[in-house]
């Protein structure tokens, strides 16, 4: 199983980035995936997820209106359009996936939630 994102770096704030988190080694449709993300000392977050079944979507309500995320089924890839980037964006974001079989809004947001698989992470930092 693999997971593996790109994408990151260094941008002004008010510019945009695109991450892509490529995946192998299991079922990708029938996986909820998407984006965490962690700045050293603090919490790690859930940023976005996309629904395996449905498509249905969550954001963090810091990223709504600013990011989108959309896979591509046929790829094995999910992305994340990040647009009017801020300082507080700055973090390592990593891409994550899980087969439970409802919607991930239900819980990409808790606070430590256990996932099935994790990508190595990309540093996204945003200067002002």
């Known amino acids: 199983v693999q997971l593996v994102e790109s994408g990151g770096g260094l941008v002004q704030a008010g510019g945009s980035l695109r991450l892509s988190c490529a995946a192998s080694g299991f079922t990708f449709d029938d996986t909820n995936i998407g984006w965490f993300r962690q700045v050293p000392g603090k919490e790690r977050e859930g940023v976005s997820c996309i629904s395996s079944s449905d498509g249905s979507s969550y954001y963090t309500d810091s990223v709504k209106g600013r990011f989108t995320i959309s896979r591509d089924n046929a790829e094995n890839t999910v992305y994340l359009q990040m647009n009017s980037l801020k300082p507080e964006d700055t973090a390592v974001y990593y891409c994550?996936?899980?087969?439970?079989?409802?919607?991930?809004?239900?819980?990409?947001?808790?606070?430590?939630?256990?996932?099935?698989?994790w990508g190595q992470g990309t540093q996204v930092t945003v200067s002002s």
């Open positions: 994550a996936a899980d087969s439970r079989p409802f919607s991930c809004s239900d819980y990409w947001g808790w606070v430590q939630v256990q996932l099935d698989y």
